[in-house]
């Protein structure tokens, strides 16, 4: 009976902390951390993918409809979770233009396709909390419409101009069809 008593005074007797790892030699007693590691700082992305995801966020922002009225307005902020809760309840994952920035500030998204996902993902927040008919659940098929064809005229923008680029530094290819002697032959 002795014996449960003290193994749990000696359980007790560590709590929070834990001895240094073998290869040191002090054996001394180092408080742990409380709470969630940090999180993992990324490599920033290369700067053309940097501002291409840029270059498409802006042009799905600033998009205004045949009367002159932005129609990403109602996506930049999330709705207050003390004014609308329910939006909390029915949305699992809620998202924002004004976390897609930061997202792309912080280099969360590694290609065209992860910004793709989040702004698919915030229209069709936007299409299940909203009635179909409604000027947000429209303005949100707006939205992923000029998406795509951004997407697809920054991507045909890009192939051009890697196609220029390469055919450039190619000189034509003569300088494969030279014929350069082994040195058997020279």
Known sequence: MEENISLKKRKGDHHG??????????????????????????????PELTRTLNTLVDMVINYKDGLGRQISKGFVQLPSKKEVPEYYELIRKPVDFRRIRERVRNHKYRSVGDLEKDIFLLCHNAQTYNLEGSQIYEDSIVIKSVFESARQRIVTDEEQKETVSASHSDNGG??????????GER
């Open 17 to 46: 902390e834990k001895v240094l790892q073998a290869g040191q030699e002090t054996g001394e007693k180092v408080k742990r951390k409380r709470g969630r590691p940090p999180a993992e700082k990324l490599p920033p992305n290369p």
């Open 174 to 183: 003569r300088a494969e069809d030279q014929f350069v002697p082994s040195a």
